[in-house]
């Protein structure tokens, strides 16, 4: 989480100032705990993917003829490699900053950070150790301490594992894991798989942003229901991680341009496919 606001263009976890920064002008909304404010993609810092950057593209463009004109006008999606952090000192920054804005989010982990041994972020021995008092003079709410102690405790018994084994695991197994963590739902798991782990099929289907650009992108009427946006999503595999970028990418392009009238084009609607009853 290095990254910084204007120039860390990239695939991976936005710093934590960068989280906090109102660029997209979407709310999204916590793992049902809070409302945090995220940064567009280009805030993201780093990139992973095993991936052809070339051939990514072609493919991508070639499945969807809409997402194509968002790759033609936005162009190659950034490369660029930085080290992950550990899934402990990830996901404490997480839990800090729901409901925070970044300056306020900043100045709290920043503290929370103080309490680590040599200037680096709390072990999760450290964060057990301290006491409510403590993390409250931090910055914490009861809520948020309760969440990192119960990340602590499942960091320290294997729940939560270190990088290097978490990096062999499949996304299915690291969901069911991470989710176990007061405080950390799907949305904060799948943004972990995406921007820390790098993994190139991750679909977060109820991101706000992602939710918006395919309305943008598909013009469509009204903001699309999440299954929709899975199963449409199929033709993007196995790149869903970078076409959800694209998607994030068009609600960064429709900021900066002004809305046009097109009395011939009315807004679409996407409908769902409905399973058939078993027979």
């Known amino acids: 989480m290095r990254g ?49 950057v070339e051939q990514v593209m072609r493919e991508l463009s070639r499945a969807d003829k809409s997402l194509a004109r968002v790759i033609r006008t936005v162009g190659c999606f950034p490369t660029k490699k930085l080290k992950p952090e550990p899934p402990f000192e990830s996901l404490l920054e997480t839990i800090v900053y729901q409901q925070l804005a970044g300056a306020a989010a900043a100045t709290i982990f920043g503290r929370v950070k103080a309490l680590g041994t040599g200037g680096k972020c709390p072990a999760p021995h450290e964060i057990l150790r301290a006491t409510t008092a403590k993390l409250r003079r931090a910055g914490l709410s009861r809520q948020k301490i309760a969440a990192a102690k119960d990340l602590a405790r499942k960091t320290i018994d294997g729940t939560v594992p270190p990088l290097a ?38 679909l977060p289907i109820h991101d706000y942003g992602i939710r918006k650009g395919f309305q943008h992108v598909y013009g469509l009427a009204d903001t699309p229901k999440p299954q929709a946006i899975l199963e449409h999503g199929e033709r993007w595999r196995p790149y869903r991680s970078i076409a959800s970028w694209y998607l994030w990418r068009a609600v960064d392009e429709k900021k900066g341009k002004p809305e046009r009238k097109r009395a011939s084009q009315s807004p679409r609607k996407i409908k769902v496919k409905k399973k058939s009853a078993a027979r």
């Open 165 to 202: 084994t978490i990096r062999r695991m499949s996304e299915e197994e690291i969901l069911e894991r991470l989710t176990s963590v007061r405080g950390i739902g799907e949305w904060s798991v799948h943004m972990f798989l995406m921007f820390q782990l790098g993994r190139p099929d991750v």
């Open 4 to 52: 910084t606001l204007c120039s860390a263009v990239g695939f991976g976890l936005p710093c934590a100032q960068c989280f906090g920064q109102y660029v997209v002008g979407v709310q999204v909304f916590l793992d049902g705990l809070a409302m945090r404010f995220y940064a567009s993609c280009l805030t993201m810092a780093r990139t992973h993917y095993p991936v052809d």
